[in-house]
């Protein structure tokens, strides 16, 4: 997500000045990732938004380069596309008379109606004290010049007869597509794509053992890991240029001779090559997985030459399919993480340019659900249950209101109740993200008396070794 601005009409959610939007902000409704963060995404297309905090509805439009028209707002010239300088201006960033129309050609091309209430195709700025505006008394982004009214349909009309169904439209997002989706029914236990152009995976074992997530990988870590029940479980790597997508089942019978310290807090054999998998090996630790080997399919898929085996090969190797196959690195190569092995040339030239390395299994139960993220550990006495009623008979809200259900009561309801693991997802997703219940974790504590080490214990956090302290 790039930006998601909701409109609380009783408050000031979005900054007054465009300096203020430029290099990123957050307040308690809205937040824009800013001028560095979205420079180093990689985009070529993305998706503009309107939804309701009201019944949660939303409509998305596609907007790439093909949209953009004549744009001089001089606040996004420090951005390094012309797609992400209209997303810089739909965040608020042009002054004056700046960025006056995106009709050439018009970003409304397709006379798409959740943004206007009339057929009028273009994106303007409408006047100096309006950031922009869907022409045909569509949406509408003010950043102070309405005071506390900042987005919405605009509202200087009538809308019973041209739009009644849309005046509760009180947010705007924009995002990045989701690529390629991953199939349903199957837990995920670890996701990882490498973006060739950042560092998408933790650079030690101790970042990753006990769950990550970064914008384009994560890892469910050893607490969740350990929870789940299965017996086998399918290694896939996939290429995000055509989405082609192969697995390879791995089971106890694939083990080796594996001897990696960080892994060794999961519960079964089968797991402790999954830990080793995702990242987990330190120096000559798990060497080689022949015994029978993991690959004694001599899988073309994930090698070049048939070797039938994965090692480390090298201290600074995670793990590699022997025959100039799949490859991962945590950090000696830099952003580039995991694919063919880099040094092989054109051995694999006819393979798919697999750049994601996904671990999942079908095979487990209902489980218990934390409504934390990884790395994430739960804020107690935060409000997680919003109603626009104070005996709970209204409507849900995500601000505003009246608190019906503490973050810890929702903690409790969901961990006596089993779900699936996307389910789970959804949970974390909501009440981590959208309720702010769990805050993230830090690295490192300076364990100061007994007292508050059992306090951070209990809290959720983990102790490590911290250098220096």
């Known amino acids: 997500y790039i930006l998601d601005y909701r409109d609380d009409r009783a408050t000031n959610d979005i900054p007054d000045e465009s300096e203020a939007i430029k290099y990123g902000f957050s307040t308690e409704n809205a937040y824009y990732i800013g001028e560095e963060a979205l420079n180093r995404m990689e985009l070529v297309d993305a998706e503009l938004c309107v939804a309701s905090s009201q019944d949660c509805s939303m409509h998305c439009m596609s907007i790439v380069e093909a949209n953009v028209g004549i744009c001089t707002c001089s606040q996004t010239k420090g951005l390094n596309t012309p797609l992400k300088g209209m997303i810089g201006a739909l965040a608020g960033l042009c002054d004056g008379g700046e960025c006056i129309d995106w009709d050439n050609p018009a970003i409304m091309s397709d006379s798409d109606l959740f943004f206007q209430c009339e057929s009028w195709n273009k994106i303007s700025r409408y006047g100096d004290d309006v950031q922009w505006h869907a022409w045909g008394w569509g949406l509408t982004l003010f950043r102070a010049s309405r005071g506390e009214w900042e987005f919405g349909y605009h509202p200087d009309r009538d809308l019973s007869n041209l739009c009644p169904d849309r005046s509760h439209y009180d947010r705007l997002v924009i995002r990045k597509p989701l690529g390629c989706n991953l199939e349903k029914g199957y837990d995920y236990i670890l996701d990882y794509f490498d973006n060739k152009t950042s560092n998408d995976i933790p650079d030690d074992s101790g970042g990753i053992r006990w769950g990550f997530s970064t914008e384009n990988a994560y890892y469910v870590g050893e607490e969740a890991l350990n929870a789940m029940n299965f017996s086998s479980a399918e290694l896939c790597a996939m290429s995000s240029s055509d989405c082609s997508m192969h697995c390879q089942e791995i089971t106890e019978a694939n083990l080796g001779h594996c001897s990696c310290s960080e892994a ?88 798919p340019d697999y750049d994601r390395l996904v671990v999942r299994t079908s095979d487990s139960p209902l489980q218990a659900c934390s409504i934390c993220s990884p790395g994430t550990t739960l804020v107690p006495e935060r409000c997680a249950v919003r109603n626009s009623k104070h005996d709970g008979s209204g409507e849900e809200v995500y601000e505003g209101g009246f608190c019906t259900s503490k973050c810890q009561q929702i903690y409790d309801e969901h961990m006596s109740s089993p779900v699936g693991a996307d389910e789970c997802g959804n949970i974390q997703s909501h009440y981590t993200h959208s309720m702010r219940c769990c805050i993230e974790q830090s690295k490192c504590h300076r364990m100061l008396n007994e007292t508050q080490y059992e306090r951070l214990l209990a809290a959720g956090f983990k102790p490590v070794n911290c250098s220096g302290e």
């Not at 987990?280 to 630790?285: Q, V």
């Not at 004694?296 to 090969?313: K, Y």
């Open 264 to 351: 060794s807090g999961l519960n079964t054999p089968l797991k402790r090559l999954i830990g080793a998998l995702a990242g987990l090996c330190d120096g000559d630790e798990c060497i080689d997985y022949e015994g029978p080997a993991i690959m004694s399919g001599s899988d073309p898929h994930f090698q070049c030459h048939e070797w039938g085996h994965m090692s480390r090969w090298g201290e600074d190797v995670q793990w590699h399919a022997w025959g100039c196959g799949l490859t991962l690195y945590r950090d000696s190569r830099g952003d580039w993480e995991f694919g063919y092995h880099p040094d092989c040339g054109g051995d694999c030239a006819d393979r």
